[in-house]
């Protein structure tokens, strides 16, 4: 007589889940919020876990496929284009390996700028719901100030945010030494116009002083 052992069925975490169905785990719990994929069982600290028999792929690709992945890459200056470059390769390799169906949109501006041309498509693609990732390499690529806010609309129409380096990005300091430039450049032409002496010479001090420091 033969005797079939029932084996216990396999059950993996969010994490290897998100790797099998080809997503990030985000997803997966934006899945959960809205009932399509609930997890099989939760640890007592909280922690879900799926059964790796009943997930399918093909179950849920389907709608994601229509809402594309955009990566984004920025730079600050024109000498900065080898950088841009290097950005838009990584994330296309990244994209790539992931399956994704994807756009990048780059754009060559200051971080503090929030009228780039690339960051508009960006943001249009994400509040009209055409857009379900955004890609970058550092955060501080998105906007030196206020990344917060975007990540924030991101949430609220269920875009993933995947960013591939979360350290310090390595051209931060040059980076910020432009941005600080930029924001004097403003100041100084308020200040100029109202014919102030020692408001001249303080600005022309901190504008020496940060062009030092980027050198």
């Not at 934006?30 to 099989?40: A, F, N, V």
């Not at 900065?80 to 990048?104: I, M, N, P, S």
């Not at 380096?165 to 051209?171: A, F, L, Y």
């Amino acid at each position: 007589m033969m005797y079939i052992l029932n084996m216990p069925r396999r059950r993996v975490s969010i994490h290897e889940a998100a790797e099998f169905l080809g997503v990030a785990a985000q997803t997966l719990r934006r899945w959960e919020r809205e009932g399509k994929l609930i997890p099989d069982e939760r640890t007592p600290g909280g922690r879900q876990r799926y059964d790796l028999a009943r997930l399918r792929p093909d179950q849920f690709h389907a709608e994601e496929a229509s809402r594309r992945t955009i990566a984004y890459a920025r730079v600050s200056s024109h000498d900065q284009k080898d950088d841009l470059e290097r950005q838009k390769q990584v994330l296309e390799r990244y994209c790539a390996r992931q399956g994704w169906t994807f756009e990048v949109i780059a754009d060559l501006g200051s971080g503090m700028n929030y009228h780039k041309k690339g960051l508009t498509r960006l943001l249009d693609a994400v509040i009209d719901g055409e857009s379900g990732r955004l890609v970058i390499t550092h955060r501080d690529r998105l906007l030196r100030f206020g990344a917060e806010l975007v990540f924030a609309i991101c949430e609220a129409k269920n875009v993933e945010v995947v960013i591939l380096n979360q350290g310090e990005d390595t051209t931060f300091e040059e980076d910020l030494a432009k941005d600080v430039l930029e924001i004097i450049t403003v100041f100084s032409a308020r200040l100029y116009g109202s014919r102030s002496r020692k408001n001249r010479k303080l600005l022309e001090g901190v504008r020496a002083a940060v062009e030092n420091a980027a050198c």
